[in-house]
């Protein structure tokens, strides 16, 4: 779940994790259609 950001309150699915930069890409469903998104390890809960 994002609790950050624009995406806040949003649920998706880890799909890549950047280590060296901190970052993990997810994909959430936007206007019903799955976007990939890079969010901050912080932007994520129970990260």
Avoid: A, H, N
């Avoid at 995406?7 to 019903?32: A, M, Q, R």
């Amino acid at each position: 779940e994002v609790t950050q950001g624009p995406f806040s309150d949003f649920s998706g699915t880890v799909k890549e994790i950047y280590p060296e930069k901190g970052k993990v890409k997810v994909e959430v469903s936007l206007f019903g259609r799955p976007t990939s998104v890079e969010l901050d390890y912080t932007q994520l809960k129970g990260f």
